[in-house]
């Protein structure tokens, strides 16, 4: 008889990643493709097979990289930017440009050029002075722009107030009360070089219950039913925007999709008929949902250090990485890679997982949930998928960090760490 030793080491993608840190280093960002493939299928069966006449869009500014434009038009998906750079990331992996909408409350000229020359398929009007320059713009490239109206339909979420975007007064679109939107209806149904297509509204992110959405949708009939009367515009695209919710750690069951999509086509399909309204095509647009369970972040552990009522586990990113907790708070959850089964450490106190940046409020974690950890251990952060590479920065002059796909225990490098040449790139004495 042999026995065989079982070592059960912390993997992602079946990848184990003591080996990546060793290999690529840390901080690194590291995605299990799997995970991103299979929300993008169940979108694929839950809502563009179940519903007629649907489409969805990635929100790529959650993580806008070449490879990840690729896999959403591998799906057939279509994308949503935000501007030229986002743009240009998707042109440049092969996105088809046509199912590529353009986003934004201040696009600028060379927003609007860049997308009308490469054949945008959807504009997404935030106010008037920039329907009236994608209306010169287009009719200089002899183009037609497919334009949705952005409305802030005034719910309230149940999220944090910096992400949440359609309330009254949001900086965002056309409040759905008053003349402003009527005044660029009425200007764009007479113009040549804009067809109106329809409705666009994004309630906020990182939402768990399809409250605020239901809502948002009821009042953009009864704007869909007004528009119509007053103004002759048929809506034959609604866009219900994205902010589905992601989980903060694997044992927890991800949102499913149709909790939202059922009850807002259910929604959709009756009160267009009770209102003899024509059914729109009806689109999302997700961000979150689709990336951020897909992604780690792994560091190395520099210190450890016990003050009274509180210990700092420090690591080698922060901020500068993840400035998420900074901005609104964004909780998290790690686990210790070189002990991840072990029990949870100092359990009378508080445990911080702080960063290397010149800021006390560079915390990755306030509050973390972790096993006995020392210096030299390589901790990995749950759920960090979108909105921590995109907003990444060189804080402190800290490196960017690598970008790792991993999938079926095969690792593929998909964007480099930066190096201090990038870094001192452009500078000039
Ligand atoms: C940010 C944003 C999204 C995506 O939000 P998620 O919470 O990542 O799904 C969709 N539409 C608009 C207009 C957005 O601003």
């Known amino acids: 008889m042999c026995r065989r030793l079982i070592i059960i080491s912390f993997t992602w993608g079946d990848v184990d990643c003591n080996s990546l840190a060793d290999k690529f280093g840390t901080p690194l960002y590291v995605y299990d493709e799997s995970v991103i493939n299979s929300r993008c299928n169940e979108i694929e069966q ?32 279509g994308l949503d930017v935000v501007s030229e750079g986002e743009l240009l990331t998707a042109l440049h992996a092969g996105f088809p440009a046509e199912k590529i909408e353009l986003h934004g409350n201040a696009k600028s000229f060379y927003d609007i050029n860049s997308a009308v020359k490469s054949g945008v398929g959807r504009f997404i009007i935030d106010n008037i002075q920039e329907l009236e320059l994608l209306a ?27 992400i949440s975007t359609g309330v009254k007064g949001s900086k965002f679109g056309f409040p759905i009360e008053g003349d402003m939107l ?33 809502e948002a949708l009821r009042k953009i009939i009864k704007l869909m039913l007004k528009l119509k009367r007053n103004l002759n515009f048929i809506t034959r695209e609604l866009n219900f925007g994205g902010g589905f919710g992601a989980r903060i750690n694997p044992k927890i069951e991800h949102v499913a999709l149709k909790n939202f999509t059922d009850p807002l086509m259910q929604m959709l399909e009756s009160e267009c008929k ?42 080698n990113g922060g901020m500068s990485d993840n400035p998420r907790y900074a901005l609104y708070g964004a909780e998290y959850e790690a686990v210790n890679v070189n002990n991840p089964d072990g029990e949870i450490y100092n359990p009378e106190g508080r445990v911080s997982i702080v960063g290397k940046c010149c800021e006390s409020g560079d915390i990755l974690i306030d509050d973390a949930k972790i096993s006995y950890t020392k210096p030299g251990d390589i901790i990995a952060i749950y759920n960090t ?32 760490r930066q190096t201090y040449e990038d870094l001192l790139k452009g500078e000039l004495l």
């Open 46 to 77: 839950d809502f563009l097979q179940k519903w007629d006449n649907t489409f969805a869009y990635y929100a790529s500014k959650a993580f806008s990289i070449k490879y990840m434009t690729r896999i959403i038009k591998n799906h057939g998906m």
């Open 182 to 214: 009527n005044e660029a209806v009425k200007f764009a149904l007479n113009d040549d070089y804009i067809n109106s297509q329809g409705i666009h509204f994004h309630v906020g992110s990182q939402l768990f219950e399809p409250v605020s959405h239901l």
């Open 136 to 162: 010169k713009v287009s009719h200089d490239n002899n183009f037609v722009a497919n334009v949705l109206f952005r409305v802030t339909p005034d719910v309230k979420t149940d999220t944090h107030a910096h």
């Open 274 to 315: 009770a209102n003899d309204l024509l059914r729109p095509r009806a689109a999302i647009e997700s961000g979150r949902w689709i990336v951020s369970e897909a992604g780690i972040t792994l560091y190395t552990v520099e210190n450890v250090k016990r003050l009274p009522g509180i210990l700092y586990i420090a690591v």
């Open 385 to 416: 998928g979108a909105y921590n590479f995109s907003m990444a920065s060189n804080y402190n002059k800290l490196l960017r960090p690598a970008v790792i796909f991993a999938n079926n225990g095969e690792a593929n490098l998909k964007v480099e």
